[in-house]
């Protein structure tokens, strides 16, 4: 028999109040801060506010084995799901009893299945998922604007019209103040001020998680996106000077015609 922790970020958030509505309808429903505990007979549900769920299996009922079955039990959420992603986020740990609490080769070792335990250790599990949402966009957006560099090594310039660049523009300041908006999420849950003696459990999976590392490699990548608007930016007010220029040298050019034939050639 498999006991398993399945954690999946599916969308930017959840729309509480149409959830809330869903959930008031369950008989084993808790709030809790920037959570829903929902207790069914497959295990225990904790629903983050921000878009992302984990679950632990029930270690009296059977569990399947097929990852695809694992992946698409979440699917009841996503009428509930604001701005869902196109692939979502997905982490899978195994656990069991255990004397003391450990986590090795995903594995966890629980030394007790209270709901809060439980909870404090998702609040971890649930963060991953998030901040892994966060990386596949950098590095797709990162990855879909290797051109402009390519294009200052080789021309010095970028190749793009005025308002290509703007739209681009746009596209990388809405990801990168997306997601600096939800650093907050990445911090230590409020929850732990109102349970601070759970909090090691917290700490225990977010280094394993290595949470601490990506968050700061995540921010470096933001630099970077940071650096691809300044140079956008640059480049767009060249365009703009260069095309001030162009309309200065045509009228300059214009004044001289009509110099010419009104005071030289008697033309006008």
Same mark, same amino acid.
């Given at each position: 028999?498999?006991?398993?922790?399945?954690? !999946?970020?599916?969308?930017?958030?959840?729309?509480?109040?149409?959830?809330? +509505?869903?959930?008031?309808?369950?008989?084993?429903? #808790?709030?809790?801060?920037?959570?829903?505990?929902?207790?069914?007979?497959?295990?225990?549900?904790?629903?983050?506010?921000?878009?992302?769920?984990?679950?632990?299996?029930? $270690?009296?009922?059977?569990?399947?084995? /097929? $990852?695809?079955?694992?992946?698409?039990?979440?699917?009841?959420?996503?009428?509930?799901?604001?701005?869902?992603?196109?692939?979502?986020? @997905?982490?899978?740990?195994?656990?069991?009893?255990?004397?003391?609490?450990?986590?090795?080769?995903?594995?966890?070792?629980?030394?007790?299945?209270? =709901?809060?335990?439980?909870?404090?250790? /998702?609040?971890?599990?649930?963060?991953?998922?998030?901040?892994?949402?966060?990386?596949?966009?950098?590095?797709?957006?990162?990855?879909?604007?290797? %051109?402009?560099?390519?294009?200052?090594? !080789?021309?010095?310039?970028?190749?793009? &019209?005025? #308002?290509?660049?703007?739209?681009?523009?746009?596209?990388?300041? #809405?990801?990168?103040?997306?997601? %600096? *908006?939800?650093?907050?999420?990445?911090?230590?849950?409020?929850?732990?001020?109102?349970? $601070?003696?759970?909090? @090691?459990?917290?700490?225990?999976?977010? +280094?394993?998680?290595?949470? =601490? $590392?990506?968050?700061?490699?995540?921010?470096? #990548?933001?630099?970077?996106?940071?650096?691809?608007? &300044?140079? *956008?930016?640059?480049? !767009?007010?060249?365009?703009?000077?260069?095309?001030?220029?162009?309309? %200065?040298?045509?009228?300059?050019?214009?004044? %001289?015609?009509?110099?010419?034939?009104?005071?030289?050639?008697?033309?006008?």
């Amino acid at each position: 028999m498999t006991h398993r922790i399945i954690g !999946q970020c599916l969308a930017k958030k959840f729309d509480l109040p149409a959830l809330r +509505r869903q959930l008031s309808d369950e008989n084993y429903s #808790k709030r809790y801060k920037d959570c829903w505990v929902v207790n069914r007979l497959a295990g225990t549900l904790f629903i983050f506010d921000y878009g992302t769920v984990v679950e632990w299996s029930n $270690p009296r009922e059977p569990v399947s084995d /097929s $990852p695809e079955a694992c992946l698409d039990q979440f699917d009841w959420l996503l009428p509930f799901a604001i701005d869902p992603l196109d692939k979502a986020e @997905s982490d899978q740990f195994s656990f069991s009893t255990s004397d003391t609490f450990r986590i090795h080769e995903d594995h966890i070792y629980m030394d007790n299945n209270e =709901p809060l335990t439980l909870l404090a250790v /998702s609040h971890g599990i649930a963060q991953s998922c998030k901040l892994a949402s966060f990386e596949s966009r950098v590095l797709a957006l990162l990855n879909e604007n290797d %051109i402009i560099a390519d294009q200052l090594v !080789q021309y010095g310039t970028i190749k793009m &019209s005025s #308002k290509k660049i703007a739209k681009l523009r746009g596209q990388l300041f #809405k990801a990168k103040s997306d997601i %600096i *908006l939800k650093f907050d999420l990445l911090d230590v849950p409020e929850f732990f001020w109102e349970y $601070p003696e759970l909090e @090691s459990y917290y700490q225990s999976i977010s +280094r394993y998680l290595e949470l =601490p $590392p990506r968050l700061a490699l995540i921010q470096q #990548k933001i630099d970077t996106l940071g650096a691809l608007l &300044s140079m *956008l930016g640059d480049e !767009q007010k060249h365009h703009h000077s260069s095309f001030l220029e162009c309309i %200065i040298i045509a009228l300059i050019a214009v004044e %001289i015609v009509i110099f010419l034939g009104h005071d030289l050639l008697k033309l006008f």
